[in-house]
């Protein structure tokens, strides 16, 4: 069985002759698309959508998803930019992107929870070397999840990294639970509002610290306050204690802040984690050693000062975190608002607005 695919580069061969068992017609064998390669670190211009690129061949438990809209991440742009070097040197060029939502392709051989055809979404480990820019990405069968009716692919696409990330800080660690009273440090952004729609969700008291633009969305979201940074004084605003705290800046500022706002046994959680920032300043072992010595300083002195646990927060992917964000955005719970598509042909454009603060809300790479 062969399908030839609506793109003249793109031939997907699965399966083969009728003697094949079943599992042999769901294996990829032939196929090359589009996508956006990074030869070097650098600023947008070293982004270069080539037109022959290799499709690997599935692992049994991937996914080879036809992409129709990919977002851009504040982790792609500083990746570009040279951020975990120490890591993604060695791999490059690379495919940058994290999220996606598109259709299914084709499956390896034990995938059995998606079939060819289906629309799904979800995204990669921030580790993962071949991105989500492109017209066909890879991801495991957990990354992904099917994208509920009611949203486009483009709205889909703008939201399981960045509501993973909340999700492992909010239900892995603090484990927020109805009743608690949760603060979000910067709750106008991708994972700041997810954080607060979980939370909402969860049955929790949500309080937010955010840009003046973002405080009505936020309100209307479920919170019960939202505290404009640019012109109140937060310390002031901001009352009584919290079980947890989500920091997406994660500056020394909101740090303290965060700290001092907890109950004991309340946790700590910043997204502004350093285990790269020291494996790219002393190398991998070396820096990845004195990363987690300075994290574990940190964790005995906020345990003794505060009674608090302190944690650098990481996305991770979760299928059980994944199904939660599939069944909210399909009630229309959970949405990240969009704030301008690209086409992906476009991609230096889409990152210079980044870099450049010209557009601060979120960016969607549609591919057509
Ligand atoms: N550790 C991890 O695994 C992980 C995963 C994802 C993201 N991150 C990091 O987490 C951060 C947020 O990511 P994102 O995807 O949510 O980015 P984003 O959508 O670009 O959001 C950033 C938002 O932060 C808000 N903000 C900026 N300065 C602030 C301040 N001083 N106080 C309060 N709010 C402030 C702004 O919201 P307003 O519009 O309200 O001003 C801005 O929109 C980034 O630094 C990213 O690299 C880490």
């Known amino acids: 069985m062969r399908w030839l695919l609506r793109r003249s580069t793109d031939i997907l061969l699965i399966g083969g002759a009728s003697r094949l068992g079943f599992n042999e017609f769901r294996r990829t064998a032939v196929t090359s698309c589009r996508a956006v390669l990074l030869p070097r670190f650098g600023g947008p211009e070293m982004l270069e959508l080539r037109e022959d690129v290799r499709i690997p061949d599935l692992k049994p438990n991937e996914v080879l998803v036809r992409a129709r809209a990919v977002s851009v991440n504040p982790l792609d742009c500083r990746v570009r930019a040279g951020y975990g070097r120490s890591l993604y040197e060695p791999l490059l060029p690379l495919i940058l992107g994290r999220d996606v939502s598109g259709e299914v392709a084709a499956v390896g051989n034990s995938v059995h929870s998606l079939s060819v055809g289906q629309e799904v979404f979800g995204a990669l480990h921030p580790t993962a070397v071949r991105g989500t820019y492109t017209d066909y990405a890879i991801l495991a069968e957990d990354e992904l999840t099917p994208k509920p009716e009611t949203i486009s692919h483009v709205e889909a696409s703008a939201?399981?990294?960045?509501?993973?990330?909340?999700?492992?800080?909010?239900?892995?660690?603090?484990?927020?639970?109805?009743?608690?009273?949760?603060?979000?440090?910067?709750?106008?952004?991708?994972?700041?509002?997810?954080?607060?729609?979980?939370?909402?969700?969860?049955?929790?008291?949500?309080?937010?610290?955010?840009?003046?633009?973002?405080?009505?969305?936020?309100?209307?979201?479920?919170?019960?306050?939202?505290?404009?940074?640019?012109?109140?004084?937060?310390?002031?605003?901001?009352?009584?204690?919290?079980?947890?705290?989500?920091?997406?800046?994660?500056?020394?500022?909101?740090?303290?802040?965060?700290?001092?706002?907890?109950?004991?046994?309340?946790?700590?959680?910043?997204?502004?984690?350093?285990?790269?920032?020291?494996?790219?300043?002393?190398?991998?072992?070396?820096?990845?050693?004195?990363?987690?010595?300075?994290?574990?300083?940190?964790?005995?002195?906020?345990?003794?000062?505060?009674?608090?646990?302190?944690?650098?927060?990481?996305?991770?992917?979760?299928?059980?975190?994944?199904?939660?964000?599939?069944?909210?955005?399909?009630?229309?719970?959970?949405?990240?608002?969009?704030?301008?598509?690209?086409?992906?042909?476009?991609?230096?454009?889409?990152?210079?607005?980044?870099?450049?603060?010209?557009?601060?809300?979120?960016?969607?790479?549609?591919?057509?």
């Open 159 to 368: 939201i399981p990294f960045a509501a993973l990330t909340a999700w492992r800080a909010l239900r892995s660690i603090a484990r927020i639970k109805e009743g608690q009273r949760v603060l979000v440090v910067g709750g106008g952004g991708a994972v700041g509002f997810s954080a607060i729609q979980f939370a909402v969700a969860a049955g929790c008291h949500v309080s937010t610290t955010c840009g003046g633009e973002s405080v009505e969305r936020i309100l209307a979201a479920g919170a019960e306050q939202a505290v404009d940074f640019t012109t109140e004084d937060y310390e002031r605003s901001i009352k009584g204690y919290f079980d947890a705290v989500l920091d997406t800046i994660g500056v020394p500022e909101t740090e303290t802040m965060g700290i001092n706002l907890l109950k004991r046994g309340g946790h700590y959680m910043t997204l502004q984690g350093e285990a790269a920032s020291f494996a790219d300043r002393y190398g991998l072992a070396l820096g990845l050693a004195m990363a987690t010595t300075v994290l574990v300083k940190k964790q005995l002195q906020c345990r003794i000062s505060h009674g608090i646990d302190y944690q650098w927060a990481y996305m991770r992917a979760d299928a059980e975190g994944l199904d939660e964000i599939r069944r909210l955005s399909a009630a229309g719970k959970l949405k990240i608002p969009i704030e301008k598509t690209y086409s992906i042909a476009q991609v230096r454009e889409a990152h210079e607005a980044k870099d450049k603060r010209i557009i601060t809300g979120k960016v969607v790479l549609e591919v057509d």
